[in-house]
């Protein structure tokens, strides 16, 4: 089981990017996605999530701003970013869990990550 993030970059401040995480070796329909971003020295961030009933939730410093979106048939999970700033710099992570109690993250069934994609915002 592998999940690809992609689409990171260098984008100005305002700019735009758009995140792609392709799972291969396993079906992922059933399961929440979720994005997570990090810096050195920071533990990472919850940024982002989608059920499989595609309901979305945010974390303050993005709404409004990003939109995660999901494509069963395709086994990816996007993140648009728009209104980008400097402090959106970060290593983003996407997510896929099936777990019977999501919130707590306790009895999972699967949980895995992606590599990380670097994306930089520039002042």
């Known amino acids: 089981v592998q999940l690809q993030a992609s689409g990171g970059g260098l984008a100005q401040f305002g700019g735009s990017l758009r995140l792609s995480c392709a799972g291969s070796?396993?079906?992922?329909?059933?399961?929440?996605w979720a994005w997570y971003r990090q810096t050195p020295g920071k533990q990472r961030e919850l940024i982002a999530k989608?059920?499989?009933?595609?309901?979305?939730t945010y974390a303050d410093s993005v709404k409004g701003r990003f939109a995660i979106s999901r494509d069963n048939a395709k086994n990816s999970v996007y993140l648009q970013m728009n209104s980008l700033r400097p402090e959106d710099t970060a290593v983003y992570y996407c997510?896929?869990?099936?777990?019977?109690?999501?919130?707590?993250?306790?009895?999972?069934?699967?949980?895995?990550w992606g590599q990380g994609t670097l994306v930089t915002v520039s002042s």
């Open positions: 070796g396993v079906t992922l329909t059933l399961n929440e």
């Open positions: 997510n896929a869990y099936l777990c019977l109690d999501a919130d707590s993250r306790s009895r999972c069934l699967y949980d895995y």
């Open positions: 989608i059920t499989r009933d595609s309901g979305t």
